[in-house]
């Protein structure tokens, strides 16, 4: 396996009027090239901030990053932490691109699509505007969008939704990149559409050996199309595993909470099992574990450290890790089998 | 199951557009002839892509915009042609959530004023004072009673929710329609308001009509479900049996293309991708609105449209249903 990005440590945290937000507290993750890593958690879990600093999208002054976010530029690793803006803008499209969730925001209403993806190749490749234009058909046309030459002369305007997040797509693959981050790519979309895009994700990875970096908060996608699974909570990955261990042996009360929270569409009418209470303001996180005021298995933590002391990323195996105090083996045996009650 | 409270005939709803190309006058077909009736203490649920129809459906019942054509009856009352102050003094029995918790509230109200909103409109002291009325409310719907005289941005989004939930329960409506009401919101918290939702109509026998795209969460919550397709009722079934056995190939795409939170399954799972995009609903396909991406679409479907028809349980409009 090719490892394309490694992310230590990583802390990011902006200053606010109301005090320091730390959005992301010591996350570490790796992505290797022809695997998707998804990045599970809810609104204001850090995700999306993850995902923007390897793209080195934060402004400097604004945000305070640490850590080291080590990515390869095709063969060569950079830490995007300490890149100079123009260093910066020199990988970005060309060793890893990024997809967002709304693409009705992310495409210029005045440009044709078609110079628009052209931009992206020009960046890289000044003064080829023949053989951009080229690339930005043969783009649309991996993308599926029917008819590519007559497509690019029009606006996004002439676009559904699904088209658009198919243009993202293309624009995304203009330069080759190894990395792609995909940032909710199909929130905005719906189920029949998204079924599409997941499905041109997938076949585009296996093609070109991309590492996938996938944000979302949706459970179901992240079954379908995930490799390994992060899951986080109040800026800290709280479980990292492969997906049929998030999926069928849980073992941070927060990702077995979240399981069995979703709906089932096998599972009728019981009442869902939701998660009590809120997600902690990350200006004010509680003092031991972030989890520990909605978690429903404190006391099975023996030294009571859940409200003094804030538990570390450990499991017994080396791919499958968690946070948490309550003993492993005892969380092996809860979880298991609360969750044969709702996975039936 | 008991009387029936709401009955929809032929419903629709065009919206003009102004002028098409050459000269002549377009509308959007967003709601195109729909029919079903709604059960005391029932909630259908209603769901298709965006762009279906199904937010203008349940504005139009409640006549938030007026009907193209058609009928609404609630509660034996014909009152498609009711006039907006004839609808005021049956506003009470009829409410409506939103999608958006975070638009759907006034930003410089107090959640006092805004829970007792209703009361002020038809003019109803409660009996206990409003403000113990409003409290009481706010403690049924998981709202500390204390938080009063706050305003909406110091809530979170599940509990802005929980306000548009108390403010539609306020005058003990028995018909809400429900727009998408947990969408907006973190799986963790939309089960703890898919729960308050349930607890609520079980305890107040209110009906329902459910609109949302989640096909889990429809399923979840929904004693019946209809399919909507541009403007038009594709299958309307019991959960169960839409679910179990979808008569109606859109249904049957509809439910393959959910991802299921189960790996396992997912790898196995032979799924249906629908081609294309939903078509304009300006200029609708002939015949079936679905046939232009559908994969067992004959001549027949192109020409002549399927009307909604009994089979088995289920009510169909296909002319070539599944099983």
């Known amino acids: 396996m090719t490892e394309l990005l490694r992310i230590e440590d990583l802390h990011v945290s902006f200053k606010t009027d109301d005090g320091i937000v730390r959005a992301v507290d010591g996350v570490s993750l790796t992505l290797n090239a022809g695997e998707t890593v998804a990045i599970v958690g809810e609104s204001g879990s850090g995700k999306t901030v993850t995902s923007l600093s390897v793209m080195g999208l934060h402004k400097k002054g604004q945000a305070e990053i640490s850590g080291s976010i080590s990515l390869s530029d095709h063969g060569t690793f950079k830490d995007v932490v300490h890149l100079s803006d123009d260093e910066i803008r020199d990988i970005r499209g060309r060793a890893v691109s990024m997809i967002f969730q709304d693409p009705m925001s992310s495409l210029h209403p005045y440009y044709k699509i078609g110079n628009q993806l ?6 890289h490749n000044r003064g080829k505007k023949k053989e951009a234009m080229a690339r930005a058909l043969e783009m649309l046309d991996l993308v599926g969008i029917p008819e590519p030459a007559k497509r690019a002369q029009e606006f996004p305007h002439q676009f559904s939704g699904g088209m658009r997040q198919r243009v993202m797509i293309a624009m995304a693959l203009m330069n080759s990149p190894q990395i792609l981050i995909a940032d909710e790519p199909t929130t905005a979309l719906d189920v029949t559409v998204q079924a599409q895009i997941l499905a041109l994700l997938s076949k585009l990875k296996k093609e070109f050996n991309m590492g996938i970096l996938l944000i979302t908060h949706d459970l179901g996608v992240v079954a379908q199309v995930a490799d390994r699974v992060n899951v986080m909570y109040a800026g800290r ?18 990702t077995l909470g979240l399981l069995k929270s979703v709906p089932r569409v096998s599972k009728n009418n019981e009442r869902l099992k939701a998660i009590p209470g809120q997600p902690p303001s990350l200006i004010n996180l509680p003092v031991g574990c972030p989890f520990a005021p909605r978690c429903e298995y404190k006391q099975h933590s023996s030294e009571a450290g859940c409200n003094t002391t804030r538990p570390a990323l450990l499991g017994t195996s080396s791919t499958h890790r968690s946070r948490c105090h309550v003993p492993e083996n005892l969380r092996h045996e809860l979880f298991a089998a609360e969750l044969k009650e709702v996975q039936g | 199951m008991s009387e029936t409270i709401l009955k929809i005939e032929n419903l629709v709803k065009h919206f003009p557009t102004g002028k098409g190309k ?4 377009e509308v959007v077909k967003a709601v195109d002839g729909i029919s079903f009736e709604l059960k005391a203490g029932e909630t259908i649920g209603l769901v298709g892509e965006s762009g279906c129809g199904k937010t203008t459906a349940g504005r ?5 915009v007026e009907p193209t054509s058609g009928k609404i009856i609630f509660e034996d009352k014909d009152i498609t042609d009711y006039s907006s102050s004839k609808m005021r003094a049956i506003r009470a029995q009829m409410q409506i959530i939103f999608q958006d918790p975070y638009s759907a509230l006034n930003p410089r109200q107090t959640i006092g004023k805004i829970i007792s909103a209703p009361f002020e409109i038809q003019g109803i002291t409660p009996q206990e004072g409003t403000k113990v009325a409003v409290q009481n409310l706010m403690a049924r719907v998981g709202l500390n009673p204390e938080h009063y005289n706050r305003y909406p941005h110091e809530f979170s989004g599940g509990q802005r929710q929980r306000i548009g939930i108390a403010r539609a329960i306020a005058l003990k409506p028995r018909f809400i329609v429900a727009d998408e009401p947990v969408s907006a919101l973190d799986v963790s918290i939309q089960a703890q308001v898919i729960n308050l939702l349930e607890d609520l109509q079980e305890e107040e026998k209110i009906s329902m009509v459910f609109i949302a795209h989640d096909l889990s969460v429809v399923q979840h919550i929904s004693d019946r479900v209809a399919v909507m397709y541009l403007g038009k009722m594709m299958e309307i079934a019991a959960t169960a049996d839409l679910y179990a056995k979808p008569r109606h190939p859109y249904t049957t795409a509809l439910l393959s293309a959910v991802p299921l939170p189960d790996p396992r399954s997912e790898r196995t799972r032979e799924r249906i991708i629908l081609t294309g995009d939903l078509p304009s609903p300006i200029n609708p396909p002939s015949g079936c609105v679905f046939n232009t991406r559908c994969w067992k679409a004959q001549d027949k479907c192109r020409t002549e449209v399927p009307q909604l028809v009994q089979l088995g349980a289920s009510q169909v409009a296909c002319h070539f249903p599944e099983n």
């Not at chain 1, 052209?118 to 960046?123: D, F, K, M, N, T």
């Not at chain 1, 990292?240 to 849980?250: L, M, N, W």
């Not at chain 2, 050459?22 to 006058?25: A, S, V």
Request: proline fraction near 6%; glycine fraction near 6%.
């Open chain 1, 118 to 123: 052209a931009e992206a190749y020009l960046v």
């Open chain 1, 237 to 254: 990955i709280v479980e990292e595993g492969a997906v049929d261990d998030i999926f069928y042996s849980p073992l941070a009360p927060y």
């Open chain 2, 22 to 25: 050459r000269g002549e006058k």
């Open chain 2, 60 to 64: 139009t019942i409640l006549k938030l």
